[in-house]
Structures are given as C-alpha cells and as structure tokens.
T-cell receptor, first 113, second 114 residues
Framework: SQKIEQNSEALNIQEGKTATLTCNYT??????LQWYRQDPGRGPVFLLL?????KEKRKERLKVTFDTTLKQSLFHITASQPADSATYLC????????????FGAGTRLAVHP | DTEVTQTPKHLVMGMTNKKSLKCEQH?????MYWYKQKAKKPPELMFV???????INESVPSRFSPECPNSSLLNLHLHALQPEDSALYLC?????????????FGPGTRLLVL
C-alpha cells in the first residue's frame, strides 16, 4: 500500500541546534516533493520544493535532500529559533497529476530557548 | 498580493442546514483546490479546478458541491452534512496545474456540524 511517513513523535531541540526532519515514502514515484510549515489553526505555508533529479536544495537556513533510491527526503533547519516551532509537512507530487499533492501527517517541531 | 482569503473563519451548522464556504485569490492563479483537514491529520485533497473547470474530484460525497464562478473565486456548497464532516476546510491556489507548482493556502474555515 502507499504510505508517507514522517516522525510521528514531536521533535524537541535546543535553540541554535540543527533540526532534521524525515519523510519516507512507499509505493510512490514522486516527480517532486515539497515541504510546508503549518502553525496551529492556520493553512500550510510553502517552504521548499525539490525535484526527482535534484539531490539538494537550500534556502537561507533551510536545506532539503531527496534520495529516490532510499525513498526519503530530509529537511534541515540550521541555527534553529523558537519561532521555527511548528508542524512541518512533506508533500509528494507525481508527474502528470494536475499538481495533486499527497501530504504526510507532519512532524511537530518544538525549539526551546 | 500573495494572499488567499477564506470566509467564514468559523461555521457551526446543523445536519439539515445548507451553507457555503468562500475562497478568493487575486494572484491570477488558474488552479484552485479544496482540502479537508482533521485534527492531527494531513490535508486531504477534495477537488481541483483548473481554468475554472473541475479537474479532480477525489470521490467526495455529493453533500459537498464545489463551484468556480470565475478564476478568482471558489465556493464549496454544503448540504446535509454529518458530524464526521467537522474539520478545517482549506482552500489553495497555484499559478497553473502543470506539476511542481507552489500551492498558496488560505487560513481555512473551521466547520462544526452538530
């Protein structure tokens, strides 16, 4: 069956450290993968997109990797801040799919001062 | 303006009521989406409109009826809902639907069905 798995437990880290979030998938062939941030009671906000032929993308303190062999994406936040505390969702998109995104359940990140 | 607006923010309705959710964007986007999100669950796609035509219906019950009157506006008409339909309803838009397009989400309408 098709699955997208993100760390189900909350991730607690100290301010200034690097947070690493994992997204694993099974029985999908994504053409691209996106990461979104969602705060409680709000809509998701786009952060980064990475395509199947790309290994790594960066934007300011954010970095995402995509390994189609391992069927895994890693999302890193360096020099984390309490304001980074939120739920982070990965979303897969398959080619020719009307931009249809399939979301993982998300990982809640808490950055402590 | 990179904003998607949704009204109302909150809605409480009985199982015999008819109500509508509204979504608007003025970014010139030609694809618009409705998602349903239950607590601690991922957003689940319901409908996709592309150039004002319904492109995807993810086998959503007919008590949910989408409408796209023009390229800026998306409605979701609700009728005879069940308590299990209580959720956060999210609208999103993207520039097109050719794949790998960023989706811009609205803040959502929190719906409670009694």
């Amino acid at each position: 069956s098709q699955k997208i798995e993100q760390n189900s437990e909350a991730l607690n880290i100290q301010e200034g450290k690097t947070a690493t979030l994992t997204c694993n998938y099974t029985n999908y062939s994504p053409a691209y993968l996106q990461w979104y941030r969602q705060d409680p009671g709000r809509g998701p906000v786009f952060l980064l997109l990475i395509r199947e032929n790309e290994k790594e993308k960066r934007k300011e303190r954010l970095k995402v990797t995509f390994d189609t062999t391992l069927k895994q994406s890693l999302f890193h936040i360096t020099a984390s801040q309490p304001a980074d505390s939120a739920t982070y969702l990965c979303a897969l998109g398959e080619s020719g799919g009307y931009n249809k995104l399939i979301f993982g359940a998300g990982t809640r990140l808490a950055v402590h001062p | 303006d990179t904003e998607v607006t949704q009204t109302p923010k909150h809605l409480v309705m009985g199982m015999t009521n008819k109500k509508s959710l509204k979504c608007e964007q003025h970014m010139g986007h030609r694809a618009m989406y409705w998602y349903k999100q239950k607590a601690k669950k991922p957003p689940e796609l319901m409908f996709v409109y592309s150039y004002e035509k319904l492109s995807i219906n993810e086998s959503v019950p007919s008590r949910f009826s989408p409408e796209c009157p023009n390229s800026s506006l998306l409605n979701l008409h609700l009728h005879a809902l069940q308590p299990e339909d209580s959720a956060l309803y999210l609208c999103a838009s993207s520039r097109g639907n050719m794949g790998d397009e960023t989706q811009y989400f609205g803040p959502g309408t929190r719906l409670l069905v009694l």
